[in-house]
């Protein structure tokens, strides 16, 4: 008896070890379906571009389907066709699912992967990355939520560009996909009617490829990698041909040039300052009867992108930087700021398991795709259901992450114009839940981040307006439940915010998409 | 009867290893070769405290002005029962706080996980001089806190279920004795608040997959009616898992492994038959990902039978 139960535990304890754990995850973005747009938006040929509405690009006229060569590029196709490997097969289900789509992931993934702020150098100073050696360390770029938002919103208005212009040399060689010029091609994506030359998968690849050597010069290995396996996609699935694809890249690389030249001198390069810099707003604050903020980590840190407040936005008129800057943050010694300091104290003791989940959920600092990032994947996880065409994917994600560069800029004006304490700086022994962002408090960028992106998705998606905007105040709000920021930051951090975000609202009523 | 308890029962609770950036418990009971006789019930508690200023960052060592001490108290308490002589259970759940002496960061408090074991005592003969055992455990720890399992260094352990296996081989001549044992950890996937983290790659999910791991131990001592005393070297590696890259966060699903030594005494004053005082100290000697700790513990135990001895 006692050696059957014993051998029916040791049975029961194997069965148990194996089926206890868990260890399967499904992602939510490798269930995204393959795109089939519910329109293919023929006439955004008339869409307004960002910058390139002056601009002339070149593609050279497609050789005619009874080519010899155009014959040899369907054979191709066809040989991939003949022998697909369970790993290509994998390589058309990820890539269908949309190049912007699947061309912001990546993005955001670069952007998580280089959120890392630089390890001091041994006499206590920090080191910054250099551009033209990206990969020393510090690698090239520092994505903080700044250099991030910007990057995001280039990228987007390029690939937003750059398919409009595609569109128009589309309707011009009018030259279908290969499926429907050949019977024995197969279409192992949903079928389109979208002509084919140049693609709208290479010019997207094409203009994200060649706004990488800007933006994340040390990656450009990995982005090559991406670019040839998304071509290989095209081809393996019998959408495009080799000559489709190297015009939209080439097109693609053309738009770039446009927004390569407008980056390179939107000043964004100079925004770390200099000791000069950062010095003066210390004493610009004193002279102002205000307590300067100062860096909380050990050792100091200089003030993150200072001069961010002087980048030329893409939205906004310069002049309106300033202009809707929102008023001072309440004095010490007031009542109001007694009292919100008061309660960032009482959050400092809150061990509401709710708020720690709500402060991690929108942390989105080191190692993240950062706050923008964040809005970024919440929009895609939303259009994903909408089945927009490419060129409306670019075109929402442009009028986002426009408005997130522009928001940045205004956040960073506010911050460094007022130069306002951390309540952690005022009051010693305040614990907080997650790390103290290394600038000044008012007013939170989480929040303004988080009001520019829910007023932009509101627009583009109004029966879910609401929800967008209950978690862009729970984002801000999550930064004094922290312990990292005064109410009055996220408050008027989320009101700055929408109204930056109304910016990109009025762009996107008047560009034609409509 | 009598010579049985006495010379077969002991560590009713041991030591804690704090192997990795987060805080592992587990009760010796677990990891040594003495068993409990049928209807004993041993009860224990446990007090360790845990501190460190240096880690490893991938397999760079570093401090961090941030965090200056990450430091740690576990209360532990918990019961070993002899089902028979040769099978005994526990359960043990541990009550854990955790702060920084530096930066602003928010410790930890909470009970963290229950953990359980049964042991069985498959083997027991004499060989040689001496006497062989060999043990077969098996283990598991489930949550009980809902604690934030995403919040290293101050979280209290990874808020995941766990099942292990070990095998224990102990030889003791005389007074003298040597163990050896090896344990097989299978960690089932934690749920994160986040919805999104970059690993060495982008996750869309609040699903982290945590490696597997083992953890091999060597021990020797003496072992007196009065007093045990053994020095102790343990090896815990995650196979998998990915290295911290430079100054930033630590992850939950980050190869941690840990070379740790240590010593552990245990008194039982002959004057109160059951009662049992243990202390004990280890420290990190080599690690990757973790913090290199240094603890020290103390408990007390009480073991006694449940059944009336028939006279």
Same mark, same amino acid.
């Given at each position: 008896m006692k050696t059957r139960i014993l051998y029916i535990?040791?049975?029961?304890?194997?069965?148990?070890?194996?089926?206890?754990?868990?260890k399967d995850i499904t992602e939510r973005n490798q269930e995204f379906p393959a795109l089939a747009p519910a329109n293919i938006d023929l006439n955004a040929d008339t869409w307004v571009p960002i910058l390139t509405g002056a601009s002339t690009f070149t593609v050279a006229t497609p050789e005619a389907i009874t080519t010899p060569n155009y014959l040899a590029d369907l054979n191709e196709i066809k040989s991939y066709q003949k022998n697909l490997t369970s790993e290509q097969k994998d390589i058309i289900k990820y890539w269908s699912a949309g190049s912007v789509l699947r061309w912001n992931e990546i993005l955001r993934e670069l952007v998580a992967k280089h959120n890392l702020p630089p390890y001091q150098n041994d006499d206590g100073s920090y080191p910054f990355p250099s551009a033209a050696n990206p990969l020393a360390y510090p690698l090239f770029p520092f994505s903080n939520p700044p250099y991030a938002a910007r990057a995001y919103a280039y990228v987007s208005a390029a690939q937003y560009d750059a398919l409009v212009q595609a569109w128009k040399f589309k309707k011009s060689f009018n030259r279908a996909a290969p499926y429907k010029n050949d019977v024995n091609v197969q279409a192992l994506v949903p079928k389109s009617d979208l002509p084919a030359y140049p693609s709208e998968d290479a010019v997207v690849a094409g203009v994200t490829a060649q706004m990488m050597v800007l933006l994340f010069p040390g990656d450009l290995d990995y982005i090559q990698k991406k670019v040839a396996e998304e071509k290989l996609f095209r081809l393996m699935a019998g959408a495009n041909t080799r000559s489709d694809w190297d015009a939209g890249e080439n097109l693609g690389k053309q738009v770039a040039a446009v927004f390569l030249a407008r980056a390179r001198s939107d000043k964004a390069g100079a925004a770390i300052g200099t000791q000069t810099d950062w010095t003066k707003f210390e004493t610009d604050a004193k002279a102002a009867g205000n307590t300067p903020w100062i860096s909380l980590e050990l050792p100091h840190r200089p003030p993150m992108l200072p001069l961010f407040t002087k980048v030329t936005p893409l939205l906004l008129p310069a002049a309106t930087?300033?202009?809707?800057?929102?008023?001072?943050?309440?004095?010490?010694?007031?009542?109001?700021?007694?009292?919100?300091?008061?309660?960032?104290?009482?959050?400092?003791?809150?061990?509401?398991?709710?708020?720690?989940?709500?402060?991690?959920?929108?942390?989105?600092?080191?190692?993240?795709?950062?706050?923008?990032?964040?809005?970024?994947?919440?929009?895609?996880?939303?259009?994903?259901?909408?089945?927009?065409?490419?060129?409306?994917?670019?075109?929402?994600?442009?009028?986002?992450?426009?408005?997130?560069?522009?928001?940045?800029?205004?956040?960073?004006?506010?911050?460094?114009?007022?130069?306002?304490?951390?309540?952690?700086?005022?009051?010693?022994?305040?614990?907080?839940?997650?790390?103290?962002?290394?600038?000044?408090?008012?007013?939170?960028?989480?929040?303004?981040?988080?009001?520019?992106?829910?007023?932009?998705?509101?627009?583009?998606?109004?029966?879910?307006?609401?929800?967008?905007?209950?978690?862009?105040?729970?984002?801000?709000?999550?930064?004094?439940?922290?312990?990292?920021?005064?109410?009055?930051?996220? /408050?008027?951090?989320?009101? /700055?915010?929408?109204?930056?975000?109304?910016?990109?609202?009025?762009?996107?009523?008047?560009?034609?998409?409509? | 009867m009598k010579y049985l308890l006495q010379y077969t029962y002991r560590y009713c609770v041991g030591i804690v290893a704090f192997v990795t950036l987060t805080q592992t418990v587990c009760a010796q009971t677990e990891s040594d070769a003495i068993m409990i006789p049928k209807n004993?019930?041993?009860?224990?508690?446990?007090?360790?405290?845990?501190?460190?200023?240096?880690?490893?960052?991938?397999?760079?060592?570093?401090?961090?002005?941030?965090?200056?001490?990450?430091?740690?108290?576990?209360?532990?308490?918990?019961?070993?029962?002899?089902?028979?002589?040769?099978?005994?259970?526990?359960?043990?759940?541990?009550?854990?706080?955790?702060?920084?002496?530096?930066?602003?960061?928010?410790?930890?408090?909470?009970?963290?996980?229950?953990?359980?074991?049964?042991?069985?005592?498959?083997?027991?003969?004499?060989?040689g001089r001496g006497l062989l055992s060999f043990h077969a455990i098996a283990s598991g720890s489930i949550p009980v806190g809902n604690y934030q399992g995403d919040y290293l260094p101050f979280a209290l352990g990874s808020r995941s279920k766990s099942i292990a296996v070990r095998g224990l081989v102990n030889y003791q001549i005389?007074?003298?004795? $040597?163990?050896?044992?090896?344990?097989?950890?299978?960690?089932?996937?934690?749920?994160?608040?986040?919805?999104a983290y970059y690993t060495t790659e982008m996750h869309y999910t609040n699903?982290?997959?945590?490696?597997?791991?083992?953890?091999?131990?060597?021990?020797?001592?003496?072992?007196?009616?009065?007093?045990?005393?053994?020095?102790?070297?343990?090896?815990?590696?995650?196979?998998?898992?990915?290295? #911290?890259?430079?100054?930033?966060?630590?992850?939950?699903?980050?190869?941690?492994?840990?070379?740790?030594?240590?010593?552990? $005494?245990?008194?039982?004053?002959?004057? #109160?038959?059951?009662?049992?005082?243990?202390?004990?100290?280890?420290?990190?000697?080599?690690?990757?990902?973790?913090?290199?700790?240094?603890? #020290?513990?103390?408990?007390?135990?009480?073991?006694?039978?449940?059944?009336?001895?028939?006279k």
């Open positions: 535990s040791a049975l029961l304890s194997a069965a148990l070890f194996v089926a206890s754990c868990k930087v300033a202009a809707i800057r929102p008023a001072a943050p309440y004095k010490e010694g007031t009542a109001e700021y007694e009292k919100d300091m008061q309660e960032v104290m009482a959050m400092s003791n809150d061990h509401s398991r709710e708020h720690e989940r709500i402060v991690a959920f929108w942390a989105d600092g080191v190692g993240t795709t950062t706050p923008p990032g964040h809005w970024n994947a919440i929009a895609a996880e939303e259009f994903v259901k909408h089945n927009y065409s490419e060129v409306r994917w670019a075109r929402n994600l442009a009028l986002l992450n426009m408005a997130e560069m522009d928001a940045a800029i205004v956040c960073w004006d506010t911050k460094y114009f007022y130069f306002n304490p951390r309540p952690t700086q005022m009051v010693a022994g305040i614990k907080t839940l997650t790390g103290i962002p290394n600038f000044p408090s008012y007013i939170s960028g989480h929040a303004t981040f988080s009001g520019a992106a829910a007023t932009v998705l509101g627009y583009l998606v109004p029966e879910r307006a609401t929800e967008f905007m209950t978690m862009a105040n729970e984002a801000g709000m999550s930064r004094l439940y922290g312990g990292i920021h005064y109410r009055n930051d996220c /408050t008027v951090g989320l009101a /700055t915010g929408v109204k930056v975000g109304a910016y990109a609202v009025a762009k996107g009523k008047a560009d034609g998409s409509n | 004993y019930l041993c009860v224990a508690g446990m007090y360790a405290h845990n501190n460190w200023d240096h880690y490893w960052e991938g397999t760079l060592k570093r401090e961090n002005l941030n965090l200056g001490d990450i430091s740690s108290n576990i209360y532990n308490v918990g019961v070993v029962y002899g089902l028979s002589n040769r099978i005994n259970i526990s359960a043990f759940t541990p009550y854990i706080t955790t702060k920084a002496s530096a930066g602003t960061l928010r410790g930890q408090r909470g009970f963290q996980d229950i953990n359980l074991a049964f042991k069985w005592m498959a083997v027991r003969e004499q060989i005389g007074r003298f004795f $040597v163990a050896g044992a090896g344990q097989y950890i299978r960690r089932d996937n934690m749920t994160i608040d986040r919805d699903q982290v997959a945590l490696p597997n791991a083992t953890n091999f131990l060597v021990s020797a001592g003496f072992r007196s009616l009065l007093l045990n005393v053994e020095a102790i070297a343990t090896k815990y590696t995650t196979l998998g898992g990915f290295d #911290i890259t430079r100054n930033n966060m630590p992850f939950p699903s980050n190869r941690m492994n840990a070379t740790a030594i240590g010593g552990l $005494v245990k008194y039982m004053p002959q004057t #109160i038959r059951g009662l049992e005082f243990t202390a004990g100290s280890n420290y990190v000697v080599a690690g990757r990902n973790v913090g290199q700790n240094f603890q #020290i513990m103390g408990g007390i135990d009480y073991v006694f039978s449940v059944k009336k001895e028939k």
